[in-house]
């Protein structure tokens, strides 16, 4: 459930008209709605209200200050993987022990920065990366506390390029060489193992490879706490999909996600770590975009945007559908007709979809791509030297800019030219 919703034949985001704040903002923008936010936030801590835990925002889904701070204020920790979301949450006023650091290649410079600001817990990728985290710990009389990430190869079911929890892929430690890297962590002096760590994918929309996942890593709890390692904590990763369309059958719901997870490890006593990302704030953004022109080709018709793939990169990398609808709610009755809606940027892959039936639509008209929240805004980019697309937030009946857009000067002028030229 999202609080975009049409109301007298024009679409609010919650009690503001999103064409209200087109005329304010321009066009291409991000929009995202802090109640849908905070709802979907307290599903998923409601869900886990049966035991300890700490849901841990995935923040490389959408890590602006606002939304975090939105977040922080309802309690939620962080998942972090680079230095850069870590020095993000701590701006944010998230206390270090709530921010937890995943990702394959933390350098020793990150693995410092994590020591001196406060850390909850690094889950370790790697033993060589075991080893740097014990070495940088050591060096400044710390001791850093860690899990290790298990790859549990399990298939997730979901897009290639989003499965991690395949003996193929490049995360975590294969789960029949646990005992060994935990008996490694044992004898490092940096380190203090506090628990296991898994994480099998993004946007799954079954829970049977959760369900597999986790028993597991039930199982393995049993082994490494006979092997004499104290498991106090299990951090279960993210990975709960979300309905891109209205049509498809719904993922299952955080409330049936938490169930499950009382039932593999709820009996082990440890303290639980999710890390939701693209279900926190997936369906609560979206794209608000203009057509430039409508064009007539060949056999095909075409709505061009101001948004290209710049702004909006899944379509293009993940072959991923969203939803396209006017801001100004059709008639019931209207005839739909297929366009290819694109960009303007110069590559074909600048494509959102082909032949989608869409009601009639002129130049100037605005257009909304819903379910954008997650990994849009976050992955956008300049090509094409088209700024950086602002990103705004609404709170009941006021909105405000939480990213401003790049004027042309601000990107010229990011660029030096050396002495020398
Ligand atoms: C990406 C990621 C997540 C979040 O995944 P979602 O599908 O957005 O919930 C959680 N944990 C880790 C380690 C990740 O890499």
Request: aromatic share 8%.
């Amino acid at each position: 459930m999202d609080h975009f919703l049409y109301r007298d034949g024009a679409l609010f985001a919650e009690e503001v008209p999103v064409a209200d704040i087109a005329a304010a903002v321009g066009t291409p923008f991000y929009l995202y709605s802090t109640a849908t936010l905070v709802r979907h936030f307290r599903l998923f801590d409601e869900a886990l209200a049966w035991g300890p835990h700490l849901v841990c925002y995935a923040m490389k889904a959408a890590s602006n200050q606002a939304i975090l701070k939105t977040l922080a204020a309802e309690g939620a920790g962080m998942d972090v993987v680079s230095g850069g979301e870590y020095a993000r949450a701590k701006a944010a006023g998230v206390p270090g022990e709530r921010i937890v650091f995943s990702g394959v290649g933390k350098t020793r410079e990150e693995i410092r920065l994590a020591l001196e600001g406060g850390i909850r817990q690094f889950n370790v990728e790697s033993e060589p990366e075991m080893a740097a985290i014990s070495e940088v710990a050591h060096s400044l009389g710390a001791v850093a506390p860690i899990t290790v990430r298990v790859n549990p190869d399990v298939d997730a079911k979901t897009h290639a390029k989003i499965a991690t929890g395949k003996s193929e892929n490049k995360f975590g430690i294969p789960i029949a060489r646990a005992r060994e890297v935990y008996a490694e962590a044992a004898r490092l002096p940096g380190l203090k193992v506090i628990g296991i760590d898994v994480h099998i994918g993004s946007q799954l929309t079954d829970l049977a490879p959760f369900e597999l996942a986790y028993r597991k890593v039930a199982d393995l709890t049993g082994v490494l706490r006979a092997d004499g390692h104290e498991i106090t904590r299990l951090d279960l990763g993210g990975g709960l999909g979300i309905p891109y369309t209205r049509s498809n059958e719904a993922p299952p719901l955080p409330g049936d996600y938490g169930a499950l997870i009382q039932r593999t490890v709820g009996h082990l006593g440890c303290e639980v770590e999710i890390e939701p990302g693209r279900l926190i704030v997936g369906n609560a953004g979206i794209l608000v975009s203009r057509v430039i022109y409508v064009k007539n080709g060949e056999g095909r018709d075409f709505l061009i945007l101001d948004g290209a793939m710049n702004d909006l990169i899944r379509p293009a990398m993940y072959d991923a559908h969203h939803e396209i609808v006017p801001v100004t709610e059709p008639e019931v009755a209207v005839e739909l007709r297929p366009f290819d809606i694109v960009g303007p940027v110069c590559e074909s892959g600048d494509t959102f979809a082909r032949g989608r039936l869409m009601p009639p639509l002129a130049a100037g008209d605005l257009v909304v791509f819903r379910s954008a929240g997650a990994y849009g805004a976050v992955m956008a980019s300049e090509y094409n030297t088209r700024p950086l697309v602002p990103e705004v937030m609404v709170k009941g009946d006021h909105f405000a800019v939480i990213r401003s857009r790049p004027t042309f000067d601000d990107i010229i002028n990011r660029d030096t030219i050396p002495e020398w030229l």
